[in-house]
């Protein structure tokens, strides 16, 4: 089955800062890659999808990469707030209701 | 629009005893999904309905755990016997057919 791994696994910035996460999936199939933000106490939310027919995609502050060939993709964050301060999910499914999730990170923005 | 419900949202137990978790999904999605969510780690799929028949549940420890969604609609996670390593949230979402999953704010189990 589909093996994601994610990393960091804890990630502080300043305020204003960008933030990258990065993972990596192990099924070539794969051809949907969501990001999910989950605050304390609350289940996970999409922010962001891409799917492998395209590179990138970008939406305001926030925009996900992605290199099929050497299977991995990204989240960038850019202009960090208090706000974003939450853990963050990737995720990989061949169909896209097959999710499997990376192990998540913790982002802290610091004022 | 309202949004996916869960209860309880907070469960301690004792090993061996059981428990059972009640979503209900958000109105008109077909897709449910119960996760297992352990502490520091990623939900991990326990189970997906596409209205009342199952779709997948390779995951499911079925020893101890079953679900049903009778009529289509809402859907009971069960645990029993309880064991220390099921501590953990379990999450329900629902979908349409656009891929984005809804997420409940899940219910946190603890098993003593």
């Known amino acids: 089955g589909e093996n994601v791994e994610q990393h960091p696994s804890t990630l502080s910035v300043q305020e204003g800062d960008s933030a990258v996460i990065k993972c990596t999936y192990s099924?070539?199939?794969?051809?949907?890659f969501p990001w999910y933000k989950q605050e304390l106490g609350k289940g996970p939310q999409l922010i962001i999808d891409?799917?492998?027919?395209?590179g990138e995609k970008k939406d305001q502050r926030i925009a996900v990469t992605l290199n099929k060939t050497a299977k991995h993709f990204s989240l960038h964050i850019t202009e960090t707030q208090p706000e974003d301060s939450a853990v963050y999910f990737c995720?990989?499914?061949?169909?896209?209701?097959?999710?499997?999730f990376g192990t998540g990170t913790q982002l802290k923005v610091e004022l | 629009e309202a949004g996916v419900a869960q209860s309880p949202r907070y469960k301690i137990i004792e090993k061996r005893q059981s428990v059972a978790f009640w979503c209900n999904p958000i109105?008109?999605?077909?897709?449910l999904y119960w996760y297992q969510q352990i502490l520091g780690q990623g939900p991990k799929l326990l189970i997906q309905?596409?209205?009342?028949?199952?779709?997948?549940d390779s995951q499911l420890p079925k020893d101890r755990f079953s679900a049903e969604r009778l009529k289509g609609v809402d859907s009971t996670l069960k645990i029993q016997p309880a064991k220390l390593e099921d501590s953990a949230v379990y999450l329900c979402?629902?979908?349409?057919?656009?891929?984005?999953?809804?997420f409940g704010e899940g219910s946190r189990l603890t098993v003593l």
């Open positions: 891409i799917r492998s027919n395209v």
């Open positions: 099924d070539s199939a794969s051809n949907y």
């Open positions: 995720a990989a499914s061949l169909r896209e209701n097959k999710l499997t």
């Open positions: 309905f596409q209205n009342n028949g199952v779709v997948d």
């Open positions: 979402a629902s979908s349409q057919n656009t891929g984005e999953l809804f």
């Open positions: 109105s008109g999605h077909a897709t």
